[in-house]
C-alpha cells in the first residue's frame, strides 16, 4: 500500500437526499482521479450517508466496491482539537506511505484542520471545483481537482525552524531539516552558512575560512554587517604569516564557551574557560618575551626568575632538551617577571575555582559544573583576558556568530 486519499465527509446543503448525492458525485471524482490504495474518511455520523451514496454511484457506474478503506469518526466536528489531532493521529500511523488530503467537502473546523495537517506534516492538498449550481454545489460533469500548492508555506515554517536551530548553535539540526524543503530562497547559501559556522563552533578555521569566502553568502543580506567583521577575523586566524593571534584565539574561545554556557553545557564551557586563561599566559609569554611554552628558551628570562625556578623548569625538561611548561608555570614565570597578572592567577578564588574544573568529570574527577561555578569562572576569566586586552570586548564582537 503506497499511495493513501484522506477526504473530509460533509453532508451537502441541509443534508438533503439531493445535496448529499451531488456532493457524493463530486467526491467521487476526486477518488477516480486520485487512484489511492487505500481511503480514509473522516466525517460526523451523518457524514456515513454521503460515503454510502459514493459507493453506491461507484457500483452504478460498473467499477464495483470502493478500494480498501475506512471511517474515523468525529463526534465533534465543530471542535478543533478533536478535528486536528483525529486527522494528525491517523497521518502518523502511515509515515511511510503518501497521503493525499481532499478538503472537499465537511465543517469548516475539519476542512480547516485538515488543511493545517497538510502544511505541517508537508502532505498534498487537494480539492474539487468548478461551475456552481444555484444552489452553491459543484455542477455535474464540471468537476476538476484542484491542488492546493502549500510548499511554500511549508518551508517558510521549515525555514523558521532553521533559523532557531543556527541561532541556537544546533547546526547538524540546521542543515538536516533544510535539505527537505524545496522552494527556499538562497537555500544553497544558507546551507554553506549553516557549514560554516559548525565548522568555526569546532574550531575547524581553515574549513570554515573556504565556506565564509564563497561570494554565495552574500544573497542572505540579515548576516551581511556580522559576515565581514567573521571573514576578516577568519583570515586572521588562519594566515600563517600572522605570528601575534593570541588576542584572537582568546576572543573566539571566550565566545565558544559563552555558547556552550548558553546549551547549559558548563562542563564543556569551563574546559574552554580553563583553556582561556592557559591562552592568555602563553600570548603575553610570546608577545613580550618571545617564549614559546612548548619549548621554553630560558636565555629571555631574567636572571632572578631562572634562579627561582630552575627546579620547575629542569623537572619540565624531557629527553630531547625541550622544556615545556603547563598553565601554572607560565602564570609563575610571568609572575616572577613582574607581571600583574601572574599576581591575579595566584588569587585563592582563581585557585578555588580552577580545583573544581579539575574535580570535573571533563578534567580528573566525577562531579559535575554548576552553573554557579561556570558563572564565576567566566567573570573571572573576563576580568583576567581585558586586563591584558583592553580592546576584548571589540573582538569579541568580531568573533561572535551572527543571527539570521
Known sequence: MNRLLFMTVGTGIGASKEGIHSLAHGLLESIKQHRSDKIVFFGSKLSKKTVDSIQEQHQKEGRGDLPQNEFVLIERVDDFDECFHTIKKEIGKYQTHEIIIDYT???KTITMSAAICSVLHGKKLSLISGKRGENG???????KI??????????ELIMEKVKDFFNNHRFHAAESILKDT????????????IKAYEAWDRFDHQGCRELLMDNELEQIPEIKKALSKNKKVIGILTNPKVEQKGRWMVADLLNNAKRRGTEQKYDDAVARLYRTIELIA???????????????????LSMPTKVSM??????????????????????SMLRCEGEEIGKKFASDELKDLLNKRNNSILAHGLDPISRE??????????EIAMGVFPDLEELMKSTR????
Open 282 to 300: 602563553q600570548s603575553i609569554l610570546k608577545e613580550k618575551f618571545d617564549i614559546d611554552t612548548s619549548n621554553v628558551d630560558i636565555s629571555k
Open 105 to 107: 467537502s465537511g465543517t
Open 137 to 143: 454545489l459543484v455542477v455535474r460533469g464540471t468537476e
Open 146 to 155: 484542484e491542488t492546493q500548492n502549500l510548499y511554500q508555506v511549508y518551508d
Open 373 to 382: 561555578n561556570y558563572k564565576k569562572l567566566l567573570d573571572k576569566t573576563m
Open 310 to 331: 630552575k627546579k620547575d623548569l629542569d623537572r619540565n625538561k624531557y629527553n630531547n632538551g625541550k622544556i615545556k611548561v603547563g598553565m601554572h608555570l607560565s602564570y
Open 401 to 404: 556568530f551572527p543571527r539570521i
Open 182 to 193: 524545496v522552494a527556499i530562497k538562497n537555500k544553497g547559501a544558507y546551507l554553506k552558512l
